[in-house]
């Protein structure tokens, strides 16, 4: 016998036990089982742009009395989702235009108040602008209280509740 007909005699006799076992009401057997990834559970589900907006804001507590609010102020806002200093800037100016648009060369303003030289390079300024507005973004999705680019070279706007 030759090799390719030992093979062929030994794959049919497996086949012939299989369907026995099959027959005869035996298990079947086990396949191995691949390990499932484990999917990390993260803040961000969905970008931001396409979290849905709420209908209404979800009651937060005021840091002062803990009374619940249905509709927030910008303090409240930032001392309940702990928004850092800088996401704080681009939060404040933008709150302050009551949805209006505002330019993004007065964010940078605020941004870099402090700063004596005015900060970085514009490329840079503009790279840590949509850094930290990414990060405020997931920060507050979900919340009721998200920016909104309002078109090319005309600024962001503030968008509270349902729009």
Known sequence: MTASKKGAARYEQMAQVHVADLFNGAPKPARPVKKERRKQITR???PPSKMPRPEYFQPIACPCCNAMVSTPTLEIVVDHYRVPPTEQAILRTVWKAKGRPVPTER???AMYADDPDGGPAPGRMYAAFKACLHNLRCRLAGSGVSIE??????????VLGKH
């Open 44 to 46: 961000k589900e969905l």
């Open 107 to 109: 964010i940078f303003d």
């Open 149 to 158: 680019n309002t078109g090319y070279r005309q600024g962001y706007r503030l």
